[in-house]
């Protein structure tokens, strides 16, 4: 065992003069393992199934209970999935143990999944023995790994265990409270618990992410959840005996979806500085309204198709999640672009005054539903070939 532990500290060692490298600009490779896409897989179930909560429409709108609800679930689900990816992003090595807290992370997942739903109050213990489970491995392998750390990664490493130790024991409280004040201090400790690290930045950028990597990671959760709106719209719109309209809006709504992926990986893929050295901030948490705003078109998508919301409703609705995405894509890519390719004021004016004319035209003229969608593939077509080349 002593021999065990000293390969292990002798390990980590080499790892953190290797990561030193970083600040002589000098930028480690990290490649994404099997098991965290695997990993992924799991999440995008949980998506999928906060998304659902959006479908529940009733007298043509979703009331905002249920875009709360929508909301509340998400963020606990993101906020899981990015402690662990940051854990592995700064700290993360393919080591047998880190594989055991992965899985069994997996398992407080499915907890968590199979807890998720509109009825909070009926699942709530399940669902915070899923989400605390989570939190709690993550912090917990924090603390392990500050042992064989120095310096700056030590500090670290100390701070964000913590942290989230901290905001773990607050959401745990919420079992001694019932009605509105459980789901009060629930998030109380979830907002701490994300706070704190913006808090600490200044700590946080001493030991900058992978920057790479970091992309990498969100860039495959998103590519899944893209997946997933495609198969989703899919499930819901079936062409059948030649109808035309249905067959023309799965056309149009998968050239939307195409037109938003393209400018997305195009960016990370050629217009990014993957060397840059930050904290990784900006990423993370622009990506918790890419994501969400991702999941509310599809929903849009499908309930303008089914013609089961309101008109005007599903216009504020179905622009506005495109309003989040465009606004939450430009915010992550502008900081993070090489400089000759960052975007001027007046590219923002030019696309947010495209998305303005359309708006007005639909709220002054009754138009059908797959002119809108038609409209929005515009929309990300002129916004691809604008950020993309």
């Given at each position: 065992?002593k021999?065990a532990?000293?390969?292990y500290?002798t390990?980590?060692?080499?790892?953190?003069?290797i990561?030193d490298?970083?600040g002589?600009?000098?930028?480690?490779?990290k490649?994404v393992?099997?098991l965290?896409l695997?990993?992924?897989?799991?999440?995008?179930?949980?998506?999928?199934?906060?998304?659902?909560?959006l479908?529940?429409?009733e007298?043509?709108?979703i009331?905002?209970?249920?875009?709360?609800k929508f909301?509340?679930?998400?963020?606990?689900i993101?906020w899981?999935w990015?402690?662990q990816t940051m854990?592995?992003n700064?700290f993360?090595?393919d080591?047998?143990?880190?594989r055991i807290f992965?899985?069994?992370q997996m398992?407080?997942v499915?907890?968590?999944?199979?807890?998720?739903?509109?009825?909070?109050?009926?699942?709530?213990v399940s669902f915070?023995?899923?989400?605390?489970g989570l939190?709690?491995?993550?912090?917990?392998?924090y603390?392990?790994?500050?042992?064989?750390?120095q310096?700056?990664r030590?500090?670290v490493a100390?701070f964000?265990?913590v942290c989230?130790?901290?905001?773990i024991?607050?959401?745990l409280?919420?079992l001694?409270f019932?009605?509105?004040?459980?789901y009060?201090?629930?998030?109380?400790g979830?907002a701490?618990?994300m706070?704190l690290?913006i808090?600490?930045?200044?700590?946080?950028?001493?030991?900058?992410?992978?920057t790479?990597?970091?992309?990498e990671?969100?860039?495959?959760l998103?590519?899944i959840?893209?997946g997933e709106?495609?198969?989703?719209?899919?499930?819901?719109?079936?062409?059948q005996k030649?109808?035309w309209?249905?067959?023309l809006f799965?056309?149009?709504?998968?050239?939307?979806?195409i037109a938003?992926w393209?400018q997305?990986?195009?960016?990370?893929?050629?217009k990014?500085n993957?060397?840059i050295?930050?904290?990784g901030?900006?990423?993370?948490?622009?990506?918790?309204?890419i994501l969400?705003?991702?999941?509310?078109i599809a929903?849009?998508?499908k309930?303008?198709f089914?013609h089961?919301?309101q008109?005007t409703?599903?216009?504020y609705?179905?622009f506005g999640?495109?309003l989040l995405?465009f606004?939450?894509t430009?915010?992550?890519?502008h900081?993070y672009?090489f400089?000759?390719?960052?975007?001027k004021?007046?590219?923002?004016?030019l696309f947010?005054?495209?998305?303005?004319?359309?708006?007005?035209?639909?709220?002054?003229?009754?138009?059908?539903s797959?002119?809108?969608?038609?409209?929005?593939?515009?929309f990300?077509i002129?916004?691809?070939r604008f950020?993309?080349?």
């Amino acid at each position: 065992m002593k021999y065990a532990s000293l390969v292990y500290k002798t390990k980590y060692i080499n790892d953190s003069l290797i990561n030193d490298r970083k600040g002589c600009g000098v930028v480690e490779e990290k490649k994404v393992t099997w098991l965290e896409l695997f990993y992924d897989l799991l999440f995008v179930a949980a998506v999928a199934t906060a998304t659902h909560v959006l479908l529940h429409v009733e007298q043509g709108y979703i009331h905002g209970e249920y875009l709360l609800k929508f909301v509340l679930i998400f963020i606990p689900i993101w906020w899981a999935w990015t402690g662990q990816t940051m854990f592995i992003n700064r700290f993360g090595q393919d080591f047998l143990h880190q594989r055991i807290f992965m899985i069994l992370q997996m398992l407080f997942v499915l907890i968590m999944i199979s807890s998720l739903s509109v009825d909070f109050d009926q699942y709530y213990v399940s669902f915070l023995i899923g989400y605390i489970g989570l939190r709690a491995l993550t912090s917990i392998q924090y603390l392990i790994v500050q042992k064989f750390e120095q310096s700056e990664r030590k500090k670290v490493a100390v701070f964000l265990g913590v942290c989230f130790g901290i905001g773990i024991f607050i959401s745990l409280l919420s079992l001694f409270f019932d009605s509105w004040v459980r789901y009060a201090v629930l998030y109380t400790g979830i907002a701490v618990d994300m706070i704190l690290p913006i808090l600490g930045h200044k700590r946080l950028a001493k030991l900058p992410t992978n920057t790479a990597h970091l992309l990498e990671r969100f860039a495959l959760l998103t590519l899944i959840l893209f997946g997933e709106s495609v198969v989703s719209i899919l499930a819901v719109i079936q062409p059948q005996k030649g109808d035309w309209n249905t067959i023309l809006f799965s056309v149009i709504s998968f050239v939307l979806i195409i037109a938003m992926w393209w400018q997305y990986f195009e960016n990370v893929e050629k217009k990014v500085n993957k060397s840059i050295q930050r904290a990784g901030q900006t990423i993370i948490y622009g990506h918790l309204l890419i994501l969400m705003s991702l999941s509310m078109i599809a929903a849009s998508i499908k309930l303008m198709f089914l013609h089961e919301v309101q008109y005007t409703f599903s216009l504020y609705f179905v622009f506005g999640s495109v309003l989040l995405y465009f606004m939450a894509t430009t915010l992550v890519f502008h900081q993070y672009r090489f400089e000759e390719h960052r975007l001027k004021v007046y590219h923002l004016g030019l696309f947010l005054g495209i998305l303005a004319v359309f708006f007005i035209i639909n709220l002054l003229l009754v138009v059908p539903s797959t002119l809108i969608i038609g409209e929005l593939a515009i929309f990300f077509i002129i916004y691809a070939r604008f950020t993309t080349t």
